[in-house]
């Protein structure tokens, strides 16, 4: 049984940093882990990706220099670094896994295991 279970989210103020974390348990291998949110109101969006195989990395336009994602395999554990955090970034931020490639891997719906989701808050 995979489980994927998210941490790191709070309440910050504009132009302050965030990292959230995810840790991945279970055997399972997977192809792409990304990092999705979703803003009250507003349909789930993929903000970050990054392949298994080759660490290959996407960002949405949004985010791009703002935000990076990494990895531990030791630890199984993914990152989403979140830097000049804007009010826009405030949303709930889910980490998912696809096991099998994708050639659109910012798309929210290809992924097929997710977390619970953390609340980042970003309000002067």
């Known amino acids: 049984q995979v489980q994927l279970v998210e941490s790191g989210g709070g309440e910050v103020q504009p132009g302050e940093s965030l990292r959230l974390s995810c840790v991945i348990s279970g055997s399972l291998e997977y192809y792409v882990v990304g990092w999705i949110r979703q803003a009250p109101g507003k349909e789930h969006e993929a903000v970050a990706c990054?392949?298994?195989?080759?660490?290959?990395?996407h960002y949405i336009d949004a985010v791009k220099g703002r935000f990076t994602i990494s990895r531990d395999n030791a630890k199984r554990t993914v990152y989403l670094q979140m830097n000049s955090l804007m009010s826009e970034d405030t949303a709930v931020y889910y980490c998912?896994?696809?096991?099998?490639?994708?050639?659109?891997?910012?798309?929210?719906?290809?992924?097929?295991?997710w977390g619970r989701g953390t609340q980042v808050t970003v309000s002067a």
């Open positions: 990054l392949t298994s195989k080759y660490e290959i990395s």
């Open positions: 998912a896994i696809r096991e099998r490639a994708t050639a659109t891997p910012l798309r929210y719906s290809v992924y097929t295991q």
